[in-house]
């Protein structure tokens, strides 16, 4: 199972971005893809999940409102897309899934595959 994230860079305070999930392999779709941030020196910070074959989805609460999280089965990605970007989100964005087909949201084995991570940097 081989997650890969995109989409991160340099955005400034207020700016918008969308982070991608893919795959090589398995079907996201059948899944649950939970997007995840770790900030230099932090924990990590769950964000969000989604579960595209039974409809169920979350957002944390210290995001909702400017972060979303959705699917799209006919291109295999899952996205996270980031509103009113604050210095604060500055982080190593991830991709992981429990590799269990059928899994919802969270899913009860804990996640065991993660991607490879994508830097967001907000500044000015």
């Known amino acids: 199972v081989q997650l890969q994230a995109s989409g991160g860079g340099l955005v400034q305070p207020g700016g918008s971005l969308r982070l991608s999930c893919a795959s090589s392999?398995?079907?996201?779709?059948?899944?649950?893809i939970g997007w995840f941030r770790q900030a230099p020196g932090k924990e990590r910070e769950g964000l969000a999940c989604?579960?595209?074959?039974?409809?169920?989805?979350y957002i944390t609460d210290s995001v909702k409102g400017r972060f979303t999280v959705s699917g799209d089965i006919a291109k295999n990605t899952v996205y996270l897309q980031m509103n009113s970007l604050k210095p604060e989100d500055t982080a190593v964005y991830y991709c992981?899934?429990?590799?269990?087909?059928?899994?919802?949201?969270?899913?009860?084995?804990?996640?065991?595959?993660w991607g490879q991570g994508t830097l967001v940097t907000v500044s000015s």
């Open positions: 392999g398995f079907t996201l779709e059948y899944y649950a």
């Open positions: 989604i579960s595209s074959h039974d409809g169920n989805s």
């Open positions: 992981a899934t429990d590799g269990s087909v059928g899994s919802s949201c969270p899913p009860a084995r804990g996640w065991n595959y």
